[in-house]
């Protein structure tokens, strides 16, 4: 069996900001033309009319004061509230091939695309059904091997991780990347007051490669786990099968869902109940553990599971959140925070990458500075 070594990460950001104030401002004047447009069946009490968000409101649900996007204007727009991205023809290249190849030649660094045995796309939505936005990005940077696409929700990059980091250890592949172009802004209702301001776009890369003759800075990966759990407390019920159904009407729930307090309430217990766990067959102690990064969905869930992981509330930089600039980036959240917060650990340093979403589905990494 052979080592396995992240030895590049790469984080593509899109150049649109809306902040808090900007997104409460586009919300609230949607909310006053839907209560005009329903006045009489608000009166007669058929309907509920819509109430304004603010963006106290946002950072004490939340901990997001802003987020990256691919387009602004059309979400801020009163009369649309989605993006609105270019169509594109067949020979170009896909917005999420497009972004990911970004992410990737960052990560990829001197090393030559050419040597890359694997490239998996992961991520919560695929821009298409076929042909996998993995082997466009695969064509794109000129690498090697095979590709394809896996879907884990909010936990694809470390799902992508373990997929990759296996078949590096068993000698399938010597070079691995792993990306995630989380394209949000496209399956967010940001037209529902209780999650207009969860999701953010973003794309980010994680170089795999056998941990052998390496010389440069990397991190041995010392673990890997997944779980899942069926859950449809977090759902996006939009498909292939919609048509066959007969609704194409602008249903709700062709967006993404979720009840919020009871992925609270089941989704904590299990993630901090995996960590637990994962950490004790690896023979790791709480005081062990350098940095812990997690999956940037809420601030709340974070603060919990970094106090109920190390039996303390987190001191600062043990637990890095980036969801304040970023806000939730689904399977990319736990990468930029590693991206961004693990070029100071020393050698010998452990660590462990934690994502957790829609499925409900866990998985993470331990890694230690070489």
């Known amino acids: 069996m052979h080592g396995v ?17 900007e ?3 586009a919300f609230n004047a ?10 009489d069946a608000i009166a007669a009490g058929e309907v509920e009319a819509k109430t304004h968000s603010s963006s106290d409101f946002i950072v004490a649900a939340s901990g997001i004061e802003r987020r990256y996007v691919l387009d602004k204007e059309g979400i801020l727009d009163p009369t649309r509230m989605y993006p609105r991205l270019a169509p594109r023809s067949d020979d170009d290249p896909s917005v999420m091939a497009e972004i990911a190849v970004d992410a990737a030649r ?24 076929y042909p996998a936005v993995a082997v466009e990005v695969q064509q794109l940077l000129g690498a090697g091997g095979f590709a394809f696409d896996m879907n884990v929700a909010c936990s694809s990059a470390t799902f992508g ?3 990759a980091a296996d078949m590096i250890r068993t000698g399938n592949v010597k070079t691995a990347l792993v990306v995630n172009p989380e394209i949000c802004s496209a399956h967010l209702e940001w037209r529902d007051r209780d999650c207009h301001f969860i999701f953010g776009d973003v794309a980010t890369a994680t170089l795999l490669q056998r941990d052998e003759g390496l010389t440069g800075p990397h991190f041995k990966v010392k673990s890997t786990r997944c779980a899942t759990q069926f859950s449809n407390n977090i759902r996006n019920n939009n498909g292939y099968l919609r048509r066959a159904h007969d609704q194409m009407e602008d249903r709700r729930d062709m967006q993404f869902m979720q009840n919020g307090r009871k992925v609270f309430k089941e989704v ?14 690896e023979g790791i102690a709480a005081d062990d553990l350098k940095r812990l990064w997690l999956h940037q969905a809420n601030k709340t869930m974070n603060d919990y599971i970094g106090k109920k992981v190390l039996g303390r509330d987190p001191e600062p930089g043990e637990q890095p959140n980036i969801l304040q600039d970023y806000a939730n980036t689904s399977s990319a959240g736990s990468i930029i925070a590693f991206s961004k917060h693990s070029a100071d650990m020393a050698p010998g340093d452990v660590g462990l990458i934690c994502s957790f979403g829609a499925g409900y589905s866990v998985g993470s990494v331990i890694v230690e500075r070489a």
């Open 23 to 25: 997104l409460v401002a």
């Open 106 to 129: 960052k990560a990829l660094g001197n090393v030559d695309p050419a040597s890359v045995d694997l490239v998996i796309c992961a991520a919560s939505n695929m821009e298409r059904a």
């Open 161 to 163: 991780i373990q997929t």
């Open 268 to 281: 904590l217990p299990l993630v901090s109940r995996h960590i637990a766990g994962h950490m004790a067959d």
């Open 30 to 39: 949607f909310a006053d033309l839907w209560n005009a447009e329903n006045a």
């Open 5 to 21: 070594a992240i030895t590049g990460t790469g984080v593509f950001t899109p150049e649109n900001v809306i902040t808090n104030d």
